[in-house]
């Protein structure tokens, strides 16, 4: 029985994998900064009304371009919003580091509104282009392993970052490298960055035709019959 529901999953279409496989890389990145980001924050000295702020301006972001672009994706091609976000999210991840190890408020503040951004053009789009690849008879399968990877993600983060801290120093070379909220970030965005060749290979089709949500939904509830 557990091969037979592997093998479910194993079995739908690679597009589906690889932006499984692109999701759990950036959600490391999403899920490392929620549980040490303000921890940073505090070591490097902002205030906890400041680390408020900061990230309000994140979700901000998100839900001020995440209802427009829901319509204007409609009937749209949806890979080149997963190989943005699979580049912007690690650059502006690294800006984001560095600028509160600097103390520059304005580009704290940039980043902080610029993350949410792309990683908007994410989450918006992958719904979508999950009811445009699969059928009534994997569609539930498909949207079951993209609710997954959120939790797959914070099991390997929390693994990461905890294993790290429990090295706390290693030396490399002759070069001394301590694993504090700073290091910790950086190693987690640098894994991140394997998401940029995964949404490469997702494959679309040229001409995207509109789905009628009447017939998309009917689909879907299909698939639990």
């Known amino acids: 029985m557990i091969n037979r529901i592997a093998r479910s999953y194993f079995d739908l279409p690679s597009n589906i994998l690889f932006l499984f496989w692109v999701e759990l890389c950036l959600n490391l990145v999403h899920v490392g900064f929620i549980l040490i980001l303000n921890i940073y924050l505090r070591s490097e000295g902002f ?61 704290i503040q940039l980043s902080f509104l610029s993350w949410g951004i792309a990683m908007m053009f994410l989450r918006v789009c992958s719904l979508p282009f999950i009811i445009r690849n699969t059928t009534s008879q994997n569609s539930s399968q498909a949207l079951s392993l993209n609710a997954a990877t959120w939790s797959l993600a914070t099991i390997i983060s929390g693994v990461i970052i905890s294993g790290l801290n429990s090295i706390q120093l290693i030396s490399f070379f002759n070069i001394d490298i301590i694993f504090n909220e700073r290091t910790i970030l950086w190693l987690i965005t640098l894994i991140s960055i394997s998401s940029i060749p995964l949404s490469l290979k997702i494959e679309e089709q040229n001409n995207v035709k509109s789905i009628e949500p009447a017939k998309n939904a009917l689909s879907i509830n299909k698939s639990y019959d």
């Open 47 to 107: 205030s906890d009304p400041e680390i408020a702020s900061f990230n309000s301006l994140r979700f901000i972001g998100a839900l001020a371009f995440s209802l427009p672009l829901g319509i204007y994706i409609k009937a749209k091609r949806l890979k080149p919003f997963f190989i943005l976000s699979a580049i912007s999210v690690p650059i502006i991840s690294i800006v984001l580091i560095e600028s509160i190890r600097l103390n520059i408020i304005p580009l």
